[in-house]
């Protein structure tokens, strides 16, 4: 089960997992989950910086440079608690909320990573301001974390839940992966192992 958990991991390095190159993922996606499979794990996978993923959201999704500077934060420091990939982390929050912290939905889900309060009582225990990015992150991380560790490590499953079984959820949220790996230059192991259904 630790090797499953790790198709998301991009820390700690013992568990990551190498990615094939991009053109194998684009001409086979199948083909590119068997070989993330059967790849050895590189000495290192590459991080992006704070100041990457900052840059990355002013240019492509026009955030103010402060509100970046607190999702980057907050994104690394929950990738490294829960052992995630950030790139994972940031596409969520891409399709969830197009990084808006304040961003409300008509049921009632709130912040970067749109986190239902009703559907979680117990992560929101004391809780009051999800509008603050390292605690929406930490919720929404602890959520995504717990669907992963239930589904056995298979992320197309554990979006379909975080979703609330929103179709073709998956789909775009690969997609945002890869074009966060493409600019952060990140090992992009998470995206090799979803299923292809999931691949744009």
């Known amino acids: 089960m630790a090797a499953s958990l790790a198709l998301c991991s991009a820390l700690p390095p013992a568990h990551a997992e190498a990615a094939p190159n991009a053109q194998t993922v684009a001409a086979s996606p199948s083909a590119a989950v068997s070989a993330a499979a059967d790849t050895p ?8 910086s704070p100041a990457d993923i900052v840059a990355t959201l002013r240019a492509q999704f026009r955030v103010r440079a402060t509100d970046a500077l607190k999702i980057a934060q907050a994104v690394l420091t929950e990738a490294n608690r829960y052992s995630m990939s950030p790139v994972l982390l940031l596409s969520v929050m891409a399709v969830e909320s197009g990084f808006d912290p304040r961003a409300v939905s008509a049921i009632g889900a709130r912040g970067l990573m749109q ?28 959520i995504l974390r717990d669907y992963l560790v239930q589904s056995g490590g298979d992320i197309d499953a554990a979006l379909w839940r975080y979703s609330g079984g929103g179709k073709g959820y998956a789909r775009r949220v690969a997609l945002h992966m890869r074009r966060f790996n493409s600019v952060l230059r990140t090992e992009p192991a998470a995206l090799a192992r979803m299923s292809p259904r999931a691949l744009p």
């Open 41 to 48: 794990a590189p000495a290192s996978p590459a991080l992006p």
């Open 115 to 142: 986190v239902l309060p009703a559907a979680h009582p117990r992560a929101f225990a004391n809780v009051k301001e999800l509008d603050d990015p390292a605690i929406n992150v930490r919720i929404g991380s602890s």
